[in-house]
């Protein structure tokens, strides 16, 4: 998705959650590649367009002498939405985990383009695709490559598998 629309669908909704989906080429082993395209689709409620900086959990991890992890190597391009990748340009959008019930992630794997299970894809995979690990609300954020992104709303009605 383009960022500039990405921009001017979320300028009203800055503090918000909404939900977005996106579906990227998952992360193979290379000692192990699989022997067809495979693909990670997630959709997940979050939070866009808050300043990282003044986050209670950043605050206080600040203060208490710490540092908090920086832009790795991107910089804003539109504040607090969108940053860019410094060496390749790349577009990111910066969301952060939603809150409430329905803010768990739901993912759908992908082997050319079919809907797979999980367990039937795991041997292909990086452990970085595979290991699940806890949030904090108060201090997490991730970037989202805008051209990954399939889908933006208030509510995504349409199943997985033919976003």
Request: charged share 30%; with cysteine.
């Amino acid at each position: 998705m383009n960022a500039l629309n990405l921009v001017s669908f979320l300028e009203n909704k800055r503090g918000q959650n909404v939900t977005v989906a996106w579906r990227r080429d998952a992360h193979t082993r290379k000692t192990n590649p699989p022997p067809f395209k495979l693909e990670k689709q997630t959709v997940a409620r979050v939070t866009t367009g808050k300043d990282h900086e003044r986050r209670a959990g950043v605050v206080e991890l600040r203060e208490s002498g710490k540092e908090a992890a920086g832009l790795s190597g991107k910089e804003w391009k539109t504040f607090p939405l969108i940053l860019s990748s410094v060496k390749t340009g790349k577009e990111y959008l910066r969301v952060y985990p939603g809150t409430g019930t329905e803010s768990a992630p739901l993912v759908q794997w992908f082997a050319d383009g079919k809907p797979v299970a999980k367990s039937d894809v795991a041997p292909y995979l990086l452990a970085s695709e595979t290991n699940e690990r806890e949030r904090d609300a108060s201090l997490d954020c991730f970037d989202v490559g805008c051209e990954n992104i399939v889908a933006i709303g208030e509510k995504i009605e349409t199943p997985l598998a033919y976003l």
